[in-house]
């Protein structure tokens, strides 16, 4: 079946499927990953800075909760779908499985575009998004975060919002939120710097030297340009960077520190001197040892797949390979990490955020890297060792890591009443 043919949500359940059959999973549990838990529309409107007001469309999924609070984050996006936001809530059911820190998968969104809105216009379109949604919400039920289209400022209001209409600050109630109100350091660069380990782990896997690596990164949103920066430290050469506005290449390394100065000034990397200017898709097929796709999903396919020239595929972002394309990947010696395992730093280090409000307690930023590189270690060389037993790529192994984890926790937990 073709990218055209079959949804976002559907390519999650053909692999969650998949595993299911090569665990031998009983096809109640498989039939229940196969479906999101709760599934929250709101419509509601926002008053605008011109006076007039709009009706804005919002959802709240939670696919599932059975190992723990439901937890995902917020997007912000006109093109974002109710079957897209299935797909993303799916997805960190598995990510925190996988990494096997006791949350469930939830996802929201709002089809809008910040870029085009004020940050009034934003605010009150996050509180009353947030007054829509607070039926599910909470620090023992639903925990949202930033995602596309959102920042710690959004989680702020988010947090506010929430603590009144209880009476009291809940910070536990959002993950992502600036320091000032009980965010976690580490947490802004956390995906990023997941995305760093992974490259590492990957790279000693296919007998390569970190440092000295040629690496071309696909969008320079939080994910790529932390995921960027944090390479060139480990004396990666950063030789092609691109975002929606355009893309740079240079072999001898594009300047990081000045191209991520550029596009906070600018808005986008376009314009940047320093390099030749690529396309998106251009920069998917240049010869390099590491490509961390950190855009959109659905980025390599079918069709470009057996042009892809990198040694290793870290995916910072979510979905960005589609299951025909991973499979042409794997055909071809690419080593990929997938996405619930390579972009699982900021769920990881949402949980440590979650727990220090909790405990009214707080770590350096230190400690929660050595916690964040000793959990994601422990997570890639638990797939990796089930990939190697079952004869598989990692993308698959990854998905039976955390479906038997989920499974375990349906079959103990049994069926209600």
Same mark, same amino acid.
């Given at each position: ?23 031998? &999973? ?9 479906? +999101? ?20 469309? /919002? %959802? ?41 820190? !006791? ?8 089809? +809008?575009? !910040? /870029? @085009? ?12 998004? =947030? ?6 919400? #909470? !620090? ?5 975060? $930033?995602?596309?289209?959102?920042? $710690? ?13 209880? *009476? ?26 997941? +995305? ?24 320079? *949103? ?23 506005? *355009? #893309? ?23 314009? %940047? ?17 590491? @490509?961390? $796709? ?6 390599? =396919? ?17 979905? $960005? ?12 010696? &690419? ?9 699982? #730093? ?33 997570? %890639? ?5 089930? *990939? ?12 039976? &890591?955390?479906?038997?984890?989920? &499974? ?10």
């Amino acid at each position: 079946m073709s990218i055209a043919t079959i949804n976002s949500f559907e390519r999650v359940v053909s692999q969650i499927n998949l595993a299911c059959e090569r665990l031998g &999973v009983a096809d109640i549990y498989r039939l229940r990953l196969a479906k +999101c838990e709760r599934e929250l529309r709101v419509d509601f409107p926002v008053k605008m800075d011109d006076r007039t007001a709009r009706i804005f469309t /919002g %959802f709240r999924i939670q696919h599932s909760d059975i190992r723990g609070p439901a937890k995902g984050g917020i997007r912000y996006h006109p093109d974002v779908t109710l079957d897209e936001t299935r797909a993303l809530a799916a997805r960190m059911t598995l990510k925190t499985a996988v990494v096997n820190i !006791p949350y469930g998968g939830a996802k929201g969104a709002v089809i +809008c575009d !910040p /870029g @085009l809105m004020s940050q009034d216009e934003l605010e009150r379109l996050t509180r009353r998004y =947030t007054a829509e949604i607070s039926i599910l919400i #909470g !620090p023992e039920s639903d925990i949202p975060a $930033p995602d596309m289209g959102t920042n $710690p400022q959004v989680m702020a209001w988010i947090m506010d919002t929430y603590s009144m209409t209880k *009476g009291y600050s809940v910070p536990a109630v959002v993950t992502g939120k600036p320091i000032e109100i009980g965010g976690s350091k580490g947490r802004f660069e956390a995906t990023g710097r997941g +995305c760093l380990i992974s490259a590492g782990l990957a790279a000693k896997q296919r007998g390569l030297s970190l440092g000295g690596s040629t690496v071309a990164v696909q969008g320079f *949103g939080n994910v790529g340009s932390a995921a960027a920066k944090l390479l060139a430290r480990e004396d990666c050469k950063i030789i092609a960077v691109s975002d929606i506005s *355009g #893309g740079f290449y240079n072999a001898n390394g594009l300047d990081i520190e000045g191209l991520m100065k550029h596009s906070k000034e600018t808005g986008g990397v376009a314009g %940047f001197r320093g390099g030749d200017s690529i396309t998106n898709a251009e920069l998917l097929t240049l010869p390099c040892d590491i @490509l961390v $796709p950190a855009a959109m999903e659905n980025q390599i =396919t079918a069709a470009n797949a057996s042009q892809v020239k990198a040694k290793i595929v870290v995916e910072g972002a979510n979905g $960005p390979t589609t299951p025909e394309a991973s499979r042409i990947l794997h055909d071809d010696g &690419v080593f990929v990490v997938p996405d619930i395992l390579a972009n699982t #730093g900021g769920v990881i280090v949402s949980y440590f955020e979650w727990v220090q409000n909790i405990e009214s307690f707080f770590w350096e930023e230190e400690e929660i890297n050595i916690k964040l590189q000793k959990i994601m270690t422990n997570a %890639f060389n638990e797939v990796l060792e089930i *990939g190697r037993a079952e004869k598989t790529d990692m993308r698959t192994a990854a998905y039976m &890591v955390a479906v038997k984890r989920v &499974v375990a926790a349906l079959s103990v937990r049994g069926i209600y009443p």
